[in-house]
């Protein structure tokens, strides 16, 4: 069992920054996938970036140039910067991990505010 524990979301004006962190813990296994999706009201859930235990990482065309991704595998965590923030990104986060032969495990959601 793998269980994701994700903080970070919260509510910012259009133009500022946030930091998502999402600590892995239980049976994780090198190499795996750690990313973050979105969902907005009403649209699919969408990938925003991921980043492989070799440090691989892919972007969605909306989050190049202004989001990074980036893991400390120590620790099993994964985080989102997000800069330059549109009302666009808001949505409610996920955080999941990809393993070998496993189904994706998925965090319990944040949610992204961009609003003034």
């Known amino acids: 069992q793998v269980q994701l524990v994700e903080s970070g979301g919260g509510l910012v004006q259009p133009g500022g920054s946030l930091r998502l962190s999402c600590a892995a813990s239980g049976s994780i296994f090198s190499p795996n996938n750690m990313g973050w999706y979105r969902q907005a009201p009403g649209k699919q859930r969408e990938l925003v970036a991921s980043?492989?235990?070799?440090?691989?990482?892919r972007y969605a065309d909306s989050a190049k140039g202004r989001f990074t991704i980036s893991r400390d595998n120590a620790k099993n965590t994964v985080f989102l910067q997000m800069n330059s923030l549109k009302p666009e990104d808001t949505a409610v986060y996920y955080c999941?991990?990809?393993?070998?032969?496993?189904?994706?495990?998925w965090g319990q959601g944040t949610q992204v505010t961009v609003s003034s």
């Open positions: 999941a991990i990809w393993q070998t032969g496993r189904s994706p495990t």
């Open positions: 980043i492989a235990s070799g440090g691989f990482t």
